[in-house]
């Protein structure tokens, strides 16, 4: 078990966009922080849901019949199934919390898309007491 950490310390610490770091594990799921601007892609996650949580600045989670908009502090819960494509005008921090098994951006692969393994690099001790 790690020592006691700051997911936003993390996030604030990354240094690419829309790619998430896993800062721990419970159970079945990560929980993943990340830094983004700008927009991710349309994709859905067949068989898992996805928890966002704002940890600085907005986010806004575009779904086919409408538009979510969270600021800090906030969460949502994407379905799974549900199409949907992450937009942050400005820079954003977000927390997510998915299971093991959830692909960066579902069956769509892009120039954004991060692999787990990738997702799993340590990050820089930021954060930790």
Not at 40 to 46: E, I, M, Q, R
Not at 90 to 103: D, G, N, W, Y
Not at 112 to 126: E, F, G
Request: glycine share 6%; net charge negative; charged share 25%.
């Amino acid at each position: 078990m790690r020592d006691a950490i700051s997911p936003a310390a993390v996030a604030a610490g990354l240094t690419e966009l829309w790619s998430p770091r896993v800062v721990a594990e419970l159970d079945d799921s990560y929980v993943k922080v990340a830094k983004v601007q700008g927009t991710l892609a349309w994709h859905s996650h067949d068989d898992e849901d996805e928890l966002f949580y704002i940890l600085k600045g907005t986010l806004a989670i575009e779904m086919e019949d409408r538009t979510v908009v969270l600021n800090e502090g906030e969460t949502f819960v994407v379905p799974k199934g549900v199409r949907h494509n992450p937009v942050a005008e400005q820079e954003c921090h977000i927390m997510l919390i998915e299971r093991k098994s959830t692909l960066h951006t579902g069956s769509e692969v892009t120039g954004k898309t991060r692999s787990v393994a990738d997702q799993l690099r340590p990050v820089s001790s930021a954060g930790q007491p």
